[in-house]
């Protein structure tokens, strides 16, 4: 009884939390944010549709956008995923300094309930690490990423076809500017003559990622570089290995008005899944059954404007292309994609924001065929 008498002290205190929701145990302060946000959109295809339950109807993934398929065709989505919560918790030592952790879940890319009667999501972990000095372990987003340049978008991401983006466990030094990473790798690898993707899970060895960031008053430029190995042994006719590398340069200028532009460029062999959601592979299967590292280049641009306190809008632009031997891959694999979208948004009090925003994206396979995409998608956003 006593127990349960406890815990239900603890959900009332973190029920009734102030301002800031959060609470204390004991000598840990426990932190709850997060948002809900419903999302609503309208995407209309050149070269047919996406299939019930394809991801690319709930946010816009490069390779997704259909290149055959006949006829022009339209369809409507509405969802909650992107709603998010975040557990965060400071522990203090006797030494004077504090052991973090986060814990933060959403629904995004997760199965759930149909839309002919539920329409609910399983919940999903995004990050769950702890900090303690200079260390970081656990899962968040990759090294490699700069989450300082994205832009705020309706879509999940919004210049996907440009940038670096992933979360997987990691071990992580930081010091000042300089941050060096060991994480959880993985190879993707297109079958020799093309056909679907195989996920490897055969690596020896973590990536290794290395970065610094310069900070000056009018904003900031990140430097990132990766080194990892690409493995696929399938136990019969193929064991191969080979290396890729990249290099990210990313930043962030504000203007005194308070706008601001944000970038950033990545190229590199082999980079495949770090760079626009995986729209190439990060290598093929060669004819002796080795592995031959895919070259690729994305980069990414926005512009923010505020119109007043209340009201801003947001200019974006992203491509990517891939160096495919087509030879070994064929011609039905992503040559390059490119997107661009502009919108509104509009905050009547600080937690509450109303945004529209238009999409545009264009793909083109290596045998020619292409494709477009038109989406308009509104929202609204309660953050907490």
């Known amino acids: 009884m006593k127990a349960t008498i406890k815990t239900s002290a603890l959900a009332v205190s973190l029920c009734l939390a102030n301002a800031a929701h959060s609470a204390s145990l004991s000598d840990t302060k426990v932190t709850f944010t997060g948002y809900v946000k419903a999302d609503a959109m309208i995407s209309d295809y050149s070269e047919g549709t996406l299939d019930s339950g394809s991801v690319g109807r709930d946010f816009y993934i490069p390779s997704l956008t259909p290149v055959t398929g006949g006829d022009e065709g339209a369809q409507f989505d509405a969802h909650i995923r992107q709603s998010r919560f975040r557990f965060a918790t400071d522990t203090p030592t006797e030494g004077g300094d504090s052991i973090k952790g986060v814990l933060e879940l959403d629904f995004i890319v997760t199965s759930g309930g ?3 009667v539920s329409n609910s999501y399983v919940p999903r972990i995004r990050h769950a690490y702890i900090q303690y000095q200079n260390w970081l372990i656990g899962q968040t987003w990759t090294t490699f990423m700069d989450v300082g340049s994205l832009p705020e978008s309706l879509d999940f991401i919004g210049v996907t076809d440009g940038i670096s983006f992933g979360r997987q466990v990691m071990v992580r030094y930081t010091n000042g500017g300089l941050q060096l990473a060991l994480e959880n790798p993985e190879t993707t690898v297109t079958p020799n003559g093309g056909g679907s993707r195989i996920v490897a899970d055969d690596n020896a060895v973590p990536d290794f990622v ?9 904003g900031y430029v990140k430097v990132a570089g990766l080194l990892r190995q690409l ?7 193929i064991d191969g290995d080979d290396t890729s590398m990249g290099v990210a340069v990313s930043g962030k200028y504000m203007f005194e008005n308070g ?3 944000r970038f950033m460029v990545n190229t590199g062999s082999g980079m495949g899944r770090y760079v626009a959601i995986n729209a190439s592979n990060g290598a093929v299967i060669t004819p002796d059954g080795d592995l031959e590292a895919i070259d690729s280049t994305g980069y990414a641009i926005a512009y923010r404007h505020k119109w007043n306190e209340k009201m801003r809008s947001n200019l974006m632009f992203s491509a990517y292309e891939a160096d495919n031997d087509i030879a070994l891959t064929g011609d039905a694999v992503t040559d390059s994609t490119y997107s661009t979208r502009i919108n509104l948004l509009y905050s009547p009090v600080k937690a509450l924001t109303f945004g529209a925003e238009y999409a ?3 793909r083109e396979v290596e045998s020619g065929l292409e494709g477009d995409m038109n989406r308009v ?3 609204a956003k309660y953050a907490f």
């Not at 493995?231 to 006719?237: A, I, L, M, V």
């Open 377 to 379: 998608q509104v929202s």
């Open 231 to 237: 493995s696929y042994d399938n136990g019969e006719d």
């Open 259 to 261: 706008d601001d532009v």
């Open 360 to 362: 545009y994206a264009h």
């Open 114 to 116: 149909n839309e002919r």
């Open 210 to 218: 290395a970065a610094y960031t310069m900070k000056q008053d009018w």
